[in-house]
């Protein structure tokens, strides 16, 4: 992605975003834990940015972009979408909301109400919102299906009669039908086959271009989020350890952990090699979190410190769109221990 996105302002600014589950025993059922599956999470995105999200499966991705929509109440935090915190928001607040903020799901079929064809399926959306009824929202849902690539003839079909990439395609459509500034597009291809996974992708690109949207795009699949992002987020065990330029971080990472990930995604040069670095141990569980760095157990770089700081998520090298979470580089120690070692 190649974009110029300098002057455009912040859309969406999430700080220190908390989503934490309680453990519940007993016969009082009395909270003896918690599983961080988002634990202190910040970033910005700027208006017409797509910001990829990627890590391993259980670190936090989709919880923290649920979050972000409130589909899942966060534990703490702020967000703050056009300038207005989403999570001090009451119920009718929200809901004039969701007109700006959409989801696209992971599963195309389960996302899909089996019982309404897929006319009846966007007109719900449009009569919900009150952006129109009757005659009008019929034009509306054909000309949404035809937007996404897909026929008006298709009004009358239900989701069953689809493939998957078509059913994907309706996902869209309906999330496109409330006009939003911004998608959180939860994993959208991960379910599809190769082939159509990028007539997916260069949809979305195209929609973005001709509507303005802001996507927070999530993915395991580090080839998908390298060509849709202008800038990418690490993520291990509910935090991110780096956030930069989606070029600066494929081709000079500096989390041990963003190192190893990107050593494990495929080559297509069979000509150039790439060391391979395997990971020592399991990731740990959210619910029993390591003390200091949560990435320590199995940090090929890992110092004594690891195991006791938390290290702060800050610029490296005097470039502010570089961010990394990490103790070998002085920006991430904590204040506090800084001041010791001087």
Not at 43 to 50: L, N, S
Not at 313 to 319: M, T
Request: proline share 7%; charged share 25%; hydrophobic share 40%.
């Amino acid at each position: 992605m190649t974009k110029d996105l300098r002057n455009s302002p912040d859309l969406l600014v999430v700080k220190n975003l908390r989503t934490w589950f309680p453990i519940r025993k007993g016969f009082f059922s009395k909270i003896v834990g918690y599983v961080k599956a988002v634990d202190d999470v910040s970033f910005t995105i700027k208006k017409g940015e797509t910001l990829g999200l990627v890590g391993e499966s259980g670190c936090g991705k989709t919880t923290t972009g649920r979050s972000i929509l409130r589909l899942i109440e966060p534990t703490g935090g702020s967000v703050l979408f056009d300038g207005k915190d989403v999570l001090k928001m009451d119920k009718a607040e929200l809901r004039k909301l969701r007109k700006d903020m959409q989801i696209i799901f992971q599963d195309p079929f389960s996302s899909l109400n089996p019982r309404l064809t897929v006319g009846q399926t966007l007109r719900e959306v449009l009569e919900v919102h009150e952006i129109a009824e009757g005659e009008a929202a019929q034009k509306q849902a054909g000309e949404l299906l035809e937007i996404v690539g897909l026929r008006r003839q298709y009004y009358n079909r239900y989701p069953h009669e689809f493939s998957g990439g078509q059913r994907q395609r309706i996902g869209i459509a309906r999330a496109l039908a409330v006009k939003p500034k911004f998608i959180v597009c939860d994993e959208p291809v991960s379910a599809l086959d190769v082939s159509i996974q990028s007539q997916i992708i260069n949809l979305l690109m195209d929609l973005q271009k001709e509507f303005g949207l802001t996507y927070l795009f999530i993915s395991h699949s580090l080839s998908v989020v390298e060509h849709i992002s202008d800038r990418v987020a690490v993520m291990y065990l509910g935090k991110i350890v780096e956030i930069a330029d989606y070029k600066d971080l494929y081709e000079n990472p500096k989390h041990p952990y963003a190192e190893a990930l990107l050593s494990a995604a495929p080559e297509p040069d069979p000509k150039r090699k790439k060391q391979r670095i395997i990971l020592a141990g399991d990731i740990p569980s959210p619910a029993k979190v390591p003390s200091g760095c949560y990435f320590h157990p199995r940090c090929p770089k890992v110092q004594s410190d690891c195991k006791t700081l938390a290290p702060l998520l800050a610029p490296i090298d005097g470039n502010p769109a570089h961010e990394v979470s990490c103790l070998l580089y002085p920006t991430s120690v904590p204040k506090s221990r800084a001041v010791e070692a001087a």
